[in-house]
């Protein structure tokens, strides 16, 4: 079982918005996907600075860039599937479960 600890913050008013609307007892899960996924981004980022490649914002502009232009030469149903695949990931991983999405 995860120890959970209960905190008290103080936000923006458009950021207690969004959590207000997740509905009762869900901003708690809301708050908790968007640090792990900050986090996730810093052990990533922190990596790639380890294995000695520079994450600059041009680089990151270009890169999605190239994912725009290969994503609008994909078929919605590849796109729909390869967006399935990610979130059926996330879900898992968010679950602690340390199994692999299956393939499609």
Do not use: N
């Not at 959970?4 to 207000?20: G, H």
């Not at 708050?31 to 980022?45: I, L, P």
């Not at 078929?75 to 968010?94: I, N, T």
């Amino acid at each position: 079982m995860t120890t959970v600890k209960k905190l008290s913050i103080s936000v923006p008013q458009d950021v207690a918005e969004t959590l207000e609307q997740q509905g009762p007892g869900k901003a708690s899960a809301y708050v908790t996907g968007a640090v792990r996924a900050q986090r996730a981004w810093e052990q990533f980022r922190d990596e790639q600075v380890r294995r000695g490649v520079a994450l600059t914002s041009e680089g990151m502009a270009a890169a999605r860039a190239r994912r725009y232009a290969v994503q609008a030469e994909w078929p919605a149903e590849r796109f729909a599937a390869v967006r399935e695949r990610v979130r059926q990931h996330m879900e898992q991983e968010q679950a602690g479960g340390d199994q692999s999405a299956s393939a499609a």
